[in-house]
């Protein structure tokens, strides 16, 4: 077996995240559903961005913010995703690197610019995205470099690769190659429409063992499951031969399998101001507790950690480092 | 007298902040001076910026905050700044007019970029910045629209318009056009290496009564008089023809002129995050203010009210609207 050099590859579109607050009745006048992702083209992303008032930005991206949740932990992380050559591409190249992520996906030139997403936060800290995908759909197999994932306990991937066509034969490719390598292969369902259009094909990763390891929220848990009740999600989640780690915003989260259950409280945050990334956050700790061979418990806890950081300001990027958050709250990382 | 269309024209160095933290010992190693700016050239920003981890990017330059705050508290700002036709210089052009600032300086084609600021901030929410002027030094007599200015209340400058050798001049032409037409002048001694660097310029724009209206800190006031103590300071300022809005941190600000000092104390800040445009947005209230007709005292508790409001969070531009901060503070705005 291939050294272990990255304790988790992500895998996902780059993203830079571009903030700004809305009133609720904004998202009304703009037919907008409250916490999704919905995907604009050019014009639209025009239009929207010329409504908004005062922006922030901020590199993302789902897996990206991963990556750099490890990073910020002092692990090992790597990344693939589709940038241009670019101001917005060089920030997000800057940023991965800066904090310690292995990011070395070639460059889009002459093309489509650099993908960015306009997050419309809310007074109660929700999240609407309009995402811009622009390079991100350049993203394929080619991009996948082999003996990075050969090297990577872990790889990781969004959902939301299935949205460019591209990208979902480079998640396959990269599945394959883990598998080959004696590696595993998570996948984190990214959100409730996510999964609403893409349902048969990820119960289909999970039946045929692509996947091993499964991120989900509530509410796409319940998706994924058709169901509205969580308690029946997690018992179809128990009959898989995956993992699953499920967080559950206020009330923690749990990681379900066959063979063990576990739960584990929420951390409390004093002053939410912006939830996004929090799901992302949870999975930099508990992949980094993985990698660390910690207890289900103990990582299910770390993520909780990871993610009660990121909500207490704008962005879903640590702003300090999350070793030191960790350590506090009783961490030996 | 020409109509008054604006209450205030703010004229400053059009600068995109870029935030990381750092921890006290990144200064120590890089010899800066907690609290200065200083002016960078495109090598060091580039050595610079690849050692900052995660940055946030948000647009800035001190009078371009204080133009976003007069327009957050419902009022009627104008602003001159160069920037360049660049990802940086959209996002600033937007972030402008999109919260409602009347903004149209001619941008810079094929020389040189927006410029950008690296802000470094420590622990304790002190801000280090390191400034690359790029497109601004292009500012020149010739970006100052006399019909702008002609209708504006008040003409408000930054000292840092002193670094960039033509800025200065359209500073100058501003002033003289703002007097023309029957308006106020005011300058901000932007920090005190600033200060330190056009000392006598500043002390003759005083005695000269081209700026009747100074903005200082604690420690610009102490560097414009050459004392370390404020109290010989205040005395000073309150030598001049001019009126002196002086701000004190923790212990509120004061309005200082021959015949009239007031003092009001700060508003209560929880959680300080980042003492970025502290100062900047004190003068979009004391302005938004001055222009209502408020008493003196009342416009330095606006000021405080929207300084408070600031520091808060990371960025020096105000996230949710000042309107609404201020009338929960008993402002009728």
Chains 1, 2 share one sequence.
């Not at 990344?79 to 241009?84: H, L, N, P, S, T």
């Not at 460059?107 to 489509?112: F, G, I, N, P, Q």
Request: net charge negative; glycine share 10%; aromatic share 8%.
């Amino acid at each position: 077996m291939t050294e272990t050099r990255f304790d988790a590859l992500c895998i996902g579109n780059a993203i830079c995240d571009v903030f700004g607050h809305v009133e609720e009745d904004f998202l009304q006048q703009e037919s907008l559903v409250k916490g999704s992702m919905r995907l604009i083209d050019t014009d639209e992303a025009v239009r929207l961005f010329d409504k908004m008032g005062q922006t922030v930005r901020i590199s993302g991206g789902s897996a990206g913010n991963t990556a750099a949740g490890i990073a910020s932990l002092g692990g090992k992380p790597a990344y693939f995703g589709k940038i241009a050559e670019d101001e917005l591409g060089d920030s997000y190249y800057h940023d991965m690197n800066g904090t310690g992520v292995y990011f070395n996906t070639p460059r889009l030139r002459d093309s489509k610019p650099t993908a960015r997403s306009m997050i419309l936060i809310t007074p109660d800290g929700e999240r609407t995205m309009n995402t811009y995908l622009g390079a991100c759909t350049e993203f394929g197999p080619g991009d996948v470099d082999e003996s990075v994932v050969a090297a990577s306990a872990v790889t990781y991937m969004e959902g939301y690769l299935w949205d460019p066509e591209e990208a979902k034969k480079a998640f396959l490719k990269a599945a394959e190659i883990a598998h080959q390598n004696g590696r595993k292969v998570a996948l984190t369902l990214s959100d409730s429409f996510c999964v609403d259009r893409y349902r048969s094909e990820f119960l289909s990763l999970m039946s045929d063992k692509v996947v091993d390891l499964l991120f989900a929220n509530e509410h796409e848990l319940k998706a994924l499951y058709q169901t509205g009740d969580i308690e029946t999600a997690i018992a179809a989640a128990k009959e898989t031969d995956a993992l699953t780690a499920l967080t559950l915003g206020a009330e923690g989260a749990m990681a379900i399998s066959r063979n063990e259950t576990v739960k584990v409280a929420a951390q409390t945050v004093d002053n939410v101001v912006d939830l996004t990334g929090a799901g992302d956050l949870f999975a930099s700790g508990f992949l980094f507790g993985l990698a660390r061979d910690y207890k289900l418990a103990d990582a299910a806890e770390l993520g909780c950690v990871c993610a009660a950081n990121v909500i207490g300001h704008v962005g879903a990027r640590p702003e300090r480092p999350l070793k030191n958050v960790a350590t506090q709250s009783g961490f030996e990382v």
